[in-house]
């Protein structure tokens, strides 16, 4: 799979909807009794950026950046404005989760950790 290292426009994902989807097959089987199936391990996200378009140069911008990925081609970064911290968005995030390059983010109660690649960033020198 090919991927791009570059994240979509900030000011275009801000008003975007959606968020994170899970797929489950149901089989009824001949005896009225139903099998699930999970085929992904995890959530995956889908957003409709749309919604964020305010002008035409936003438009201009989206089709640019569509048409450099190659249409559905090759993958990008996407920030999601919901779930873009390993803590509750009124929290800070503690020091030991700061040095990390992956965070664990725990949902709930649930046992469920989805390991998370923290961004990194650099403010120059070597």
Do not use: N, Y
């Given at each position: 799979?090919?991927?791009?290292?570059?994240?979509f426009p900030a000011t275009l994902s801000f008003g975007?909807?959606?968020?994170?989807?899970?797929?489950?097959e149901i089989?009824?089987?001949a005896n009225g009794f139903e099998e699930r199936n999970a085929p992904w391990a995890h959530a995956r996200r889908r957003y409709d950026a749309g919604l964020?378009?305010?002008?035409?140069?936003?438009?201009h911008d989206i089709t640019a950046f569509f048409e450099a990925r190659g249409g559905q081609l090759h993958g990008f970064r996407w920030k999601d404005w919901s779930d873009?911290?390993?803590?509750?968005?009124?929290?800070?995030?503690?020091?030991?989760?700061?040095?990390?390059?992956?965070?664990?983010r725990r949902r709930g109660a649930s046992s469920f950790a989805r390991p998370t690649p923290r961004a990194e960033s650099h403010t120059g020198g070597p």
């Open positions: 799979m090919a991927f791009h290292e570059v994240r975007a909807s959606g968020g994170p989807e899970r797929r489950v089989v009824t089987l964020g378009l305010r002008s035409l140069d936003d438009l873009f911290r390993s803590c509750a968005p009124s929290a800070t995030p503690a020091p030991s989760t700061r040095r990390s390059r992956w965070a664990t």
